[in-house]
Nanobody
Framework: QVKLVESGGGSVQIGGSLKLSCAATGVRFSDYCGGWFRQAPGKAREDVAT???????FYRQSVKGRFTVSRDSAGNTLHLQMNSLKLEDSGVYYCAAVRCGRDFESGYWGQGTQVTVSS
């Protein structure tokens, strides 16, 4: 059975940092493409960063240079290091895993972790 569990969310001031982690059971991020997505209140869910098994990471433009997606050597955990956080980074962050080449919507998803950035 596949399970993804996010952790590391919380409240932080503008300019602060947080590191999110996504612990996977039943899949490994060395075999599956992993991604971080977020949803702010009243807005659609959007991709933040994705990591292919054999290619480089993808970041949405607004987080480039501030966020870093990575996986541990065993492929069991996907991380998202978030620096220089902005108000607009607030939202529920979700982790997902999918067979590379397929849409993330068809993959496995975690329950999400809340990130709140305040002034």
């Amino acid at each position: 059975q596949v399970k993804l569990v996010e952790s590391g969310g919380g409240s932080v001031q503008i300019g602060g940092s947080l590191k999110l982690s996504c612990a996977a059971t039943g899949v490994r991020f060395s075999d599956y493409c992993g991604g971080w997505f977020r949803q702010a209140p009243g807005k659609a869910r959007e991709d933040v960063a994705t990591l292919h098994t054999t290619a480089g990471p993808f970041y949405r433009q607004s987080v480039k240079g501030r966020f870093t997606v990575s996986r541990d050597s065993a492929g069991n955990t996907l991380h998202l290091q978030m620096n220089s956080l902005k108000l607009e980074d607030s939202g529920v962050y979700y982790c997902a895993a999918v067979r590379c080449g397929r849409d993330f919507e068809s993959g496995y998803w975690g329950q999400g972790t809340q990130v709140t950035v305040s002034s």
